[in-house]
């Protein structure tokens, strides 16, 4: 049972290239919540804690879950029970939702687990587990074990249902388990839905097919099971150290073949198998059977032979063919004893009369954690085109973000997210370095601010009636274009500072200079969702402040289209003063 066997099968099959026949997938390890579908919360949890450094401390519950003996406590143990459990619920699951035909997992088939008890090497009964993921959608399943042992453990899970047969071919009389007798039918509900057929030492190729395949036949004619599951314990062949039965390779794969025959959605599972280089050869060969190609007798070279010449050489030297041939032990199994049991089992199969019914409900709830409709989507992402992509767009939105990581831009709305075909609109930042980038060629204009209450109505109206673009971003540069620049003209300045006349008795621009202007370097500033000002909240304002000056008989500087200011006139002036100035001005001109 060591999983070295795993690895030497799983090495054989990728170097005779049946691999390309398939698709391999790493299922993950079935979870505590998934065990206790059939074990107890108990017995999963002291799994999940034993280890061989505090094995001491639970010697109590050692005893009682049978652990110990023929179970023995290892490292990495609970690991191994979720690998060996995942791996039959996700092909359970994958024949479920039609992904497959025939799923394979060659670490399963530990048949002997119980519902709070290890036996016979196996913890965690990862068959009944796959069954249960099975009759999640499949009214009836039909489970064929071939191992020597009997498979107890999986016939005493559904030994009072229907809606599960069990069907095992054992050696029985003082052999392990002590178990499946031929009377041993069920019971309940469950009666003559359990079939056993004990055997003794030394069967062959010919005696086994002559009993397997007619019952095995009327099993498919009486229950017409949805699926099948196929559990291939490989201690039955011939050489084994604890089996005593003498079964050639082929004589084995001929089950698998003739279960395959029926076309039903099939769960193969490994099982016992105590020499490790007849386990290989036979899982191989049967994979080849079930994915249909044949493969030769002789071993190719693998990466297996080049790192461990002397194990290779001991296990498959020194024929290195992939067979397993029949010794010439005797075999106990007569033609009348055969007979017998064959004729008492088929007529307990007559006695079900027909295939039973389920009634038509509701697919049970998801385990814990596990949701259907994730999984048929995995399985898409797997299987189709871009498979080889690291992320897709599901599992993007799937992603969790750290609070600390990532923050929502100011101008991203629903939810964090701009709507489809919204630009992103520029900040002073960007608009700044691109301002510098491409200088004064860029072709883009300076807008004219409005100054007077009659322009900033204008624009009023004319951006409430305008719809908002994308192109519409209007955006001042404040260093280019200074506030401080329309509070006097540089010339008035000058002449103020020769003449010697105060600014303050001039006319004072501070009040509206200092109000914010509506341009585009603010706009972003004020335009905003948490309630701050807008830019018509702003353009009112203005037209207040301007309307009020006027009234009290200040002046404001207007640049015109030319770009000159002009010069500030004050409606108190005497009419001898602007007779004056325009004699003034008549006699500079030429």
């Not at 587990?129 to 559904?158: C, N, P, S, T």
């Not at 004020?526 to 009290?552: F, I, P, R, W, Y």
Request: proline fraction near 5%; charge should be negative.
């Amino acid at each position: 049972m060591k999983p070295h066997r795993i690895r030497m099968t799983h090495s054989l099959i990728m170097n005779y290239g049946l691999y390309k026949k398939m698709e391999i997938y790493r299922a993950k390890p079935a979870t505590k919540h998934e065990m206790c579908q059939f074990h107890t919360d108990e017995y999963v949890d002291f799994l999940s804690k034993v280890t061989p450094d505090n094995m001491d401390q639970y010697a109590k519950e050692q005893g009682k879950y049978n652990v110990g003996d023929d179970c023995p406590v290892f490292d990495g143990l609970f690991e191994f029970c979720g690998i060996s459990g995942g791996g039959s619920m996700e092909g359970a699951a994958r024949l479920n939702r039609g992904k497959c035909d025939i799923a394979i997992n060659w670490s399963g088939g530990l048949h002997h687990a119980k519902k709070s008890e290890a036996s016979g090497f196996c913890y965690i009964n990862d068959i009944v587990l796959g069954i249960i993921e099975l009759l999640r959608y499949k009214q009836r399943v039909l489970y064929i074990d071939i191992d020597v042992h009997h498979g107890d453990g999986v016939e005493e899970a559904f030994y009072t249902t229907d809606r599960v047969m069990t069907v095992s071919f054992h050696k029985y009389g003082e052999y392990f388990p002590g178990t499946g007798e031929l009377r041993d039918i069920g019971v309940g509900a469950g009666k003559y839905y359990a079939v056993n057929f004990p055997l003794r030492d030394g069967i062959t190729d010919g005696t086994y097919k002559s009993v397997f395949e007619p019952v095995i036949g009327a099993v498919m004619e009486w229950y017409r099971p949805d699926a099948v599951v196929l559990q291939c314990g490989a201690d039955s062949l011939s050489g084994d150290r604890l089996g005593c039965f003498n079964l050639s390779m082929k004589g084995h794969a001929n089950c698998v073949g003739y279960v395959k025959s029926f076309n039903l959605p099939t769960l193969v599972l490994g099982g016992g198998g105590y020499t490790m280089r007849n386990v290989a050869r036979a899982w191989t060969y049967e994979t080849g059977i079930l994915v249909g190609k044949e493969v030769g007798p002789q071993l190719p070279y693998s990466d297996f032979y080049e790192v461990y010449p002397a194990i290779f050489l001991f296990y498959f030297g020194p024929d290195y063919e992939l067979d397993v041939r029949p010794s010439n032990m005797e075999n106990l199994n007569s033609k009348e004893y055969l007979e017998k049991i064959r004729t008492q089992v088929i007529e307990n199969l007559s006695r079900t009369k027909f295939a039973p019914s389920v009634q038509l409900t509701d697919v049970p709830r998801d385990p814990e954690g596990f949701n259907e409709e994730d999984g048929i989507l995995d399985d898409m992402e797997e299987d189709g085109e871009g498979a080889d992509r690291r992320y897709t767009q599901r599992r993007w939105d799937q992603r969790v973000a750290r609070e600390d990581e990532l923050s929502d831009s100011e101008d991203e709305g629903m939810n964090g997210r701009r709507p489809n075909g919204v630009k992103r609109r520029r900040n002073e930042r960007s608009y700044r370095e691109t301002g510098q980038q491409s200088g004064s060629a860029s072709g883009v204009g300076t807008p004219v601010i409005p100054t007077s209450a009659p322009d900033l109505q204008a624009t009023k109206m004319a951006s409430a009636n305008e719809e908002p673009t994308d192109d519409m971003d209007i955006e001042i540069d404040e260093d280019s274009v200074p506030i401080s620049s329309l509070r006097d003209p540089p010339d008035e300045k000058i002449r103020n500072k020769e003449a010697g006349a105060d600014e303050d008795e001039d006319v004072d621009m501070g009040d509206i200079a200092d109000k914010p202007v509506a341009t585009g370097a603010n706009i972003d500033k004020l335009d905003t969702v948490d309630g701050k000002k807008t830019q018509e909240m702003e353009v009112d304002d203005a037209c207040a402040d301007l309307k009020d000056k006027e009234k009290e008989g200040s002046s404001a500087i207007i640049k015109t289209e030319a770009g000159e200011p002009s010069k500030p006139t004050s409606p108190a002036a005497s009419k001898e003063e602007r007779e004056a100035a325009a004699h003034a001005d008549a006699a500079t001109k030429p």
